[in-house]
């Protein structure tokens, strides 16, 4: 590969060994920042030298062999490359008693200064025949035995021929700094490679792939690898469809860098990764125990970090990822305490906690309860959820029970089978207040209607009373068993109640004005799904369907945003009901299906008969009687059965039966959902066309008159009919026949 923007360096190295050849001896030294081309550079230049005769002689620094006496010397001595000169073998290396030799390099004892004096005579020996280069790669991590040869061989190659070259790091506070003092003291050169400017990037990249190409992805990759060739190259492998987007490559990059640089650093990058946007050095220096200050310079040279960032989001998650989990943890927890002792906030420091999976102590817990509440008013539901089982679990006290009720209103939002899981503490008891709505709530959902009646009269919230109220007949069909209800005439009641006229009575003066009031007039809170559904089919029940498909993706919309995925997972059944109201069968499969894998069928409740229903109409519609079938082999709850959930349901599987040549199962179905309406006072043929379904069914058994009696009864009755409805009545027959009344069917 060709030296980009190192041919001044490379010269200037020719230059030195021509002047060595002549018998000037000299040391250079070659820096620069981690993985800048300095390996490359030398092996370019000592390559050529080899060539032209020169005996090369070369060994790298090892941080895993840094505590191996004489080690990279014996690299030397004892490499293919060195002439057939007498050299202190290994075992006499290792039989020096190296714990008795002072470590620092400068200094030369009894009881290694034979071994040097012999190493230093072999290299000097050579250099009556050859120009010889000795070159050490990686000096920062060459054992102090090592060091002590080269300075004893420093002062006297003075007049030999003999090029020693260093390349290292450049370091601000170098391993041996008596060893960089004598190597530098007589005269030296030096030479300190930067990262690759602009243009040196260009000149990289156009290596790889073509102008044009070089010429856009070319300030990204210079930005994202601060001029490290070794980082640009890595970002160039991930270039995908030409474009430059971090991934693997350029992750692994980075962590080979911090590999080769050393626990201590690893440490740092760590640190910075894990404490994000409140990184400061004195935070660095509390959580890795050492002071940053040089390895961040060095993070920067290296064009790894950009002052105390991350060059790119890739690069941190790497790093983070390749701590060991259980160190990791620790790490975040150590983080949670320190920010906490700062006064970060509530949210930044959940989510060490959370990561760490622990919360020691009481201010822990706390903490988590009040980033669970800052999280639901950024309607950030999963993150609360997260942060208050964690606190339920690791809390010992009384506080488990309250933490045990805010859970169960955050799971609510979710799945509300995963919130019946910590509704113990509101159950227990008699619960007041806020706690006897959620009470209410709950059993109204999982169709307990003794409960739910229960529950009512402890609901001290006048507004919040009226809207379960509302829930319960829209459930129930009336509010027979409900307490006496105390006055209340606020304009959201109002309109409530001319919905339930609707829904119940079959009036459908100012229906649809009602029903678009209460839609502009919710917002997105647990208590008001079912009236918000309600009103939406009370849209369709008006002929306003288009109004109702809008309402529906416009709430669908709100609750994804909110990630609200019991609202989504209802507006979806909604919208499927709507679609099936328009004829679109397609959609209301579509939906449905959408609904029932947002949301399990255990979180469904009693509700679940509203997707299921609509699901099984638009599959016998469309012929598809084998899907249709599945859905009924498909569990749901008896309680279903109590509710108009229920009446729509059998409803639906009437006509399935009437598909599939039941006629008999159908009518037994038909009948009962006729009987259940006249019971419950809700015989609205816009809700369930109970007598023109049973019209279907006798017609099947060949009953013609009977069908024709209740069609004619349902035609004359003066409740709602929609254009749905009374278009049902016509395609009863298979021709226009009279049936004595002042209609024709």
């Known amino acids: 590969m060709e030296l980009?923007?190192?041919?001044?360096?490379?010269?200037?190295?020719?230059?030195?060994?021509t002047r060595t050849a002549t018998g000037q001896g000299g040391v250079t030294l070659v820096t620069g920042g981690m993985a800048t081309g300095k390996t490359e550079l030398l092996r370019e230049f000592t390559g050529n030298a080899a060539r032209s005769g020169t005996l090369v002689l070369s060994a790298t620094g090892s941080r895993a062999e840094q505590s191996l006496q004489l080690g990279v010397m014996c690299q030397i001595l004892h490499g293919p490359a060195f002439p057939d000169l007498p050299v202190p073998s290994l075992s006499t290396v290792d039989a020096i008693r190296w714990d008795e030799v002072d470590p620092d390099p400068a200094v030369v004892g009894p009881h290694d200064a034979p071994v040097t004096r012999e190493m230093c005579?072999?290299?000097?020996?050579?250099?009556?025949?050859?120009?010889?280069?000795?070159?050490?790669?990686?000096?920062?991590?060459?054992?102090?035995?090592?060091?002590?040869?080269?300075?004893?061989?420093?002062?006297?190659?003075?007049?030999?021929?003999?090029?020693?070259?260093?390349?290292?790091?450049?370091?601000?506070r170098q391993t041996w700094p008596s060893f960089r003092a004598e190597i530098t003291r007589q005269p030296h050169e030096h030479i300190k490679l930067e990262p690759l400017s602009l243009d040196g990037v260009g000149e990289l990249i156009t290596e790889r792939l073509d102008g044009p190409a070089a010429t856009r992805l070319n300030p990204g990759c210079h930005?994202?690898?601060?001029?490290?060739?070794?980082l640009v190259n890595a970002l160039l492998e991930d270039v995908a469809g030409r474009e430059l987007e971090p991934g693997a490559a350029y992750g692994q990059a980075v962590l080979t860098s911090l590999h080769r640089a050393g626990p201590q650093l690893h440490a740092v990058a760590s640190a910075v990764a894990l404490l994000g946007e409140h990184v400061t050095p004195a935070l660095i220096g509390q959580l890795v125990g050492q002071a940053p200050d040089e390895a961040l310079d060095f993070l920067n040279c290296a064009g790894v970090f950009d002052q105390l960032t991350f060059r790119h989001p890739v690069a941190a998650t790497a790093v983070l990822d390749s701590i060991p989990p259980d160190d990791r943890a620790q790490m975040h927890l150590t983080a949670a305490k320190l920010l906490h002792q700062k006064g970060v906030g509530a949210l930044e420091i959940a989510r060490h906690l959370v990561a760490a999976d622990s919360a020691e102590g009481d201010w822990a817990v706390a903490l988590l309860c009040e980033a669970a509440e800052r999280a639901l008013a950024d309607d950030d539901v999963d993150w609360a959820g997260q942060c208050l089982r964690l606190a339920l679990r690791d809390c010992h006290d009384s506080r488990r029970d309250e933490i045990a009720k805010s859970l169960a209103r955050v799971e609510w939002r979710v799945n509300p089978a995963a919130a019946a899981m910590h509704m113990a503490p509101l159950m227990n008891g008699k619960p007041v207040g806020r706690d006897a709505i959620m009470v209410?709530?709950?059993?109204?959902?999982?169709?307990?209607?003794?409960?739910?009646?229960?529950?009512?009269?402890?609901?001290?919230?006048?507004q919040a009373a009226d809207e379960l109220r509302l829930v319960y007949e829209w459930q129930y069909g009336s509010q027979e068993g409900l307490p006496a209800k105390e006055g209340s005439s606020t304009p959201w009641v109002q309109v409530g109640s001319k919905l339930s006229g609707l829904m119940i009575k079959g009036r459908t003066a100012d229906v649809a004005a009602s029903a678009e009031h209460i839609l502009q007039s919710c917002h997105l809170a647990d208590t008001t799904l079912e009236i918000v559904v309600s009103a939406i089919i009370a849209l369709c029940y008006a002929d306003k369907s288009d109004k109702a498909a809008f309402w529906c993706d416009t709430l669908f919309e709100e609750a994804d945003r909110s990630n609200a995925t019991t609202w989504q997972a209802v507006l979806c059944a909604a919208r499927a009901d709507v679609a099936l109201r328009q004829g679109d069968l397609a959609m209301a499969e579509t939906q449905a299906n959408t609904a029932l894998q947002l949301l399990p069928a255990d979180g469904w409740g009693v509700l679940i008969g509203l997707p299921r229903a609509t699901l099984l109409l638009a599959y016998t519609g469309m012929g598809r009687t084998e899907a249709a079938g599945e859905v009924l082999r498909q569990f749901v709850p008896d309680r279903m059965f109590e509710t108009v959930m229920g009446l729509r349901f059998m409803h639906a599987r009437g006509h399935y039966y009437l598909a599939?040549?039941?006629?008999?199962?159908?009518?037994?179905?038909?009948?009962?959902?006729?009987?259940?309406?006249?019971?419950?006072?809700?015989?609205?043929?816009?809700?369930?066309?109970?007598?023109?379904?049973?019209?279907?069914?006798?017609?099947?058994?060949?009953?013609?008159?009977?069908?024709?009696?209740?069609?004619?009864?349902?035609?004359?009755?003066?409740?709602?009919?929609?254009?749905?409805?009374?278009?049902?009545?016509?395609?009863?027959?298979?021709?226009?026949?009279?049936?004595?009344?002042?209609?024709?069917?």
């Open 4 to 17: 980009v923007e190192r041919i001044g360096p490379l010269g200037a190295l020719e230059r030195m060994l």
């Open 121 to 172: 005579g072999a290299l000097l020996a050579a250099a009556k025949h050859h120009t010889v280069v000795v070159w050490i790669d990686d000096i920062q991590f060459v054992d102090s035995a090592t060091l002590r040869v080269l300075l004893y061989l420093r002062r006297r190659m003075t007049n030999a021929p003999v090029m020693l070259i260093l390349s290292g790091w450049a370091q601000r």
């Open 223 to 230: 930005q994202l690898s601060g001029g490290n060739p070794l």
């Open 440 to 462: 209410a709530r709950h059993a109204l959902w999982q169709g307990d209607k003794r409960a739910a009646i229960a529950a009512f009269s402890a609901v001290t919230d006048v």
């Open 660 to 745: 599939t040549d039941r006629a008999l199962a159908a009518l037994d179905d038909f009948q009962t959902c006729d009987r259940q309406m006249r019971e419950w006072n809700i015989d609205v043929p816009a809700l369930v066309p109970a007598h023109s379904d049973l019209a279907q069914a006798y017609l099947r058994l060949d009953q013609r008159k009977v069908a024709r009696e209740l069609v004619s009864r349902q035609l004359d009755r003066p409740r709602a009919i929609s254009s749905r409805t009374r278009a049902r009545h016509f395609v009863c027959w298979p021709r226009p026949v009279s049936c004595g009344s002042a209609r024709s069917c």
